[in-house]
């Protein structure tokens, strides 16, 4: 059976002498893990197919268990990525918290379009890759199912004091001083813009540059993305820049 959809690599790992072994993140299928037969042969159409960030519409045919990359028309391999190692590390970042939340036959359109649109900043804005990074986390785990509680206090469910409101990260949002006395403060404009990203589309992030806050929320948000995902990130994440 042959099948056409719409998809970007996340992996990928040479196999045999010409072969190499993919994994796509669909919209529509989820994770797809697939094998691109003679790829590495000189000329092949799919070489640049098969690189991680390439996004495209692929073809893959269905031989029992067994999925194979027939073809690949190429919407953008994100290839400016590849000349600032920064902003490749915070890239690759990005598929691997794509690859921690995709699972075979599982629609993800909201994340999979995220991930194009944080994708596409990264290379062809001049927007702090930071400030990308936050805003693509920030917008990631409301759709994984953590929204953090950014309007009343985790513990008590007071509204806390603003002069000495907390984020807690372990239990999952803002607190006042008395109930989580250890998180750290988190201030108003911080505060307003963990709690806006997660309803606003990830379009809006330029409206963020130059605001004095984005770099204290972006540093409190960390944790509370690490805590929860990176047990479920497969390969090694390098610190981010
Ligand atoms: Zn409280």
Not at 39 to 68: D, M, W, Y
Request: net charge neutral; hydrophobic share 40%.
């Amino acid at each position: 059976m042959l099948y056409t959809t719409d998809a970007i690599v996340l992996r990928r790992a040479d196999y045999r002498d010409y072969d190499r072994m993919v994994t796509l993140f669909s919209p529509e299928h989820g994770r797809i893990d697939a094998i691109a037969r003679g790829c590495r042969r000189p000329k092949s159409a799919l070489l640049n197919a098969t690189e991680v960030f390439c996004a495209g519409q692929f073809t893959i045919n269905i031989t029992g268990e067994r999925h194979s990359i027939t073809q690949c028309d190429i919407r953008d391999s994100f290839y400016d990525l590849r000349f600032d190692y920064d902003r490749l590390i915070h890239g690759i970042y990005y598929l691997s918290l794509a690859d921690a939340a995709a699972l075979p036959e599982q629609e993800a359109p909201g994340l999979f379009m995220l991930l194009l649109k944080a994708l596409a900043h990264l290379a062809y804005s001049q927007l702090p890759a930071a400030l990308l990074t936050a805003s693509f986390e920030m917008r990631y785990m409301p759709l994984m199912g953590y929204t953090p509680q950014m309007e009343r206090c985790v513990v008590c469910g007071r509204e806390p004091d603003p002069a000495d409101a907390r984020f807690d990260e372990e239990k999952g949002g803002v607190a006042c001083g008395l109930c989580s006395p250890n998180a750290p403060r988190i201030s108003h404009g911080a505060r307003r813009i963990i709690w806006r990203a997660a309803q606003t589309d990830y379009t809006a992030v330029p409206k963020l540059e130059g605001h004095p806050d984005w770099p204290e929320a972006a540093r409190l948000y960390r944790p509370f993305v690490t805590r929860r995902i990176e047990r479920r990130i497969k390969s090694d994440m390098p610190e981010l820049p």
